[in-house]
T-cell receptor
Framework: EPEVTQTPSHQVTQMGQEVILRCVPI?????FYWYRQILGQKVEFLVS????????KSEIFDDQFSVERPDGSNFTLKIRSTKLEDSAMYFC????????????FGSGTQLSVL | GNSVTQMEGPVTLSEEAFLTINCTYT??????LFWYVQYPGEGLQLLLK?????DKGSNKGFEATYRKETTSFHLEKGSVQVSDSAVYFC?????????????FGRGTQLTVWP
């Protein structure tokens, strides 16, 4: 079965640094998402992306966050100036026209902000 | 608002034991309900779903019934295997919102011993 690929699997950064988390969604999918899970908490929606623009974002997704699909295959999440509380597992997901019926998730990037 | 409350883990069972993982939800509309599973080192995968009241989702021996009267979607399996060891996530999709936004629970870690 096709899969969503995320890199790196682990990222360690210093507070205040910029990080870019990378995702390669399934090739014929049209809708892209980022979720995150802080240790011990719920998996939380960050943002959805369709037709080269943000469809919806949560209250977590503030000005420090941005997403981009730079080349038609990659889908990135940038955090401009990381905070300690950004430490979490970040999941990328994609779906086809059926959208909500089935999301395909990557295995996640564990971000640790020191 | 929308939220999912999942049974606290971890859950440890012997092979062939009966499994129940409780999930209750709060939703503003008429949600679809999902169980996702995450095996070690992999992304979240859709295990089963139900889109309306009294629907039963099933897959790989797992079942869950959409109970509107009790706002529940408990996951069950009659005889677990070692290979079922994973983290299980209950989720809802409020179809009134932008497609693809899921509300997850915290996840329940299941470990099955031989």
């Amino acid at each position: 079965e096709p899969e969503v690929t995320q890199t790196p699997s682990h990222q360690v950064t210093q507070m205040g640094q910029e990080v870019i988390l990378r995702c390669v969604p399934i090739s014929n999918h049209l809708y892209f998402y980022w979720y995150r899970q802080i240790l011990g908490q719920k998996v939380e929606f960050l943002v959805s992306f369709y037709n080269n623009e943000i469809s919806e974002k949560s209250e977590i997704f503030d000005d420090q966050f941005s997403v981009e699909r730079p080349d038609g295959s990659n889908f990135t999440l940038k955090i401009r100036s990381t905070k300690l509380e950004d430490s979490a597992m970040y999941f990328c997901a994609s779906s086809d026209r059926q959208g909500r019926e089935k999301l395909f998730f990557g295995s996640g990037t564990q971000l640790s902000v020191l | 608002g929308n939220s999912v409350t999942q049974m606290e883990g971890p859950v440890t069972l012997s092979e062939e034991a009966f499994l129940t993982i409780n999930c209750t939800y709060t939703a503003t509309g008429y949600p679809s309900l999902f169980w996702y599973v995450q095996y070690p080192g992999e992304g979240l995968q859709l295990l089963l779903k139900a889109t309306k009241a009294d629907d039963k989702g099933s897959n790989k021996g797992f079942e869950a019934t959409y109970r509107k009267e009790t706002t529940s979607f408990h996951l069950e399996k009659g005889s677990v295997q070692v290979s079922d060891s994973a983290v299980y996530f209950c989720a809802l999709d409020d179809r009134g919102s932008t497609l693809g936004r899921l509300y997850f629970g915290r996840g329940t870690q299941l470990t099955v011993w031989p």
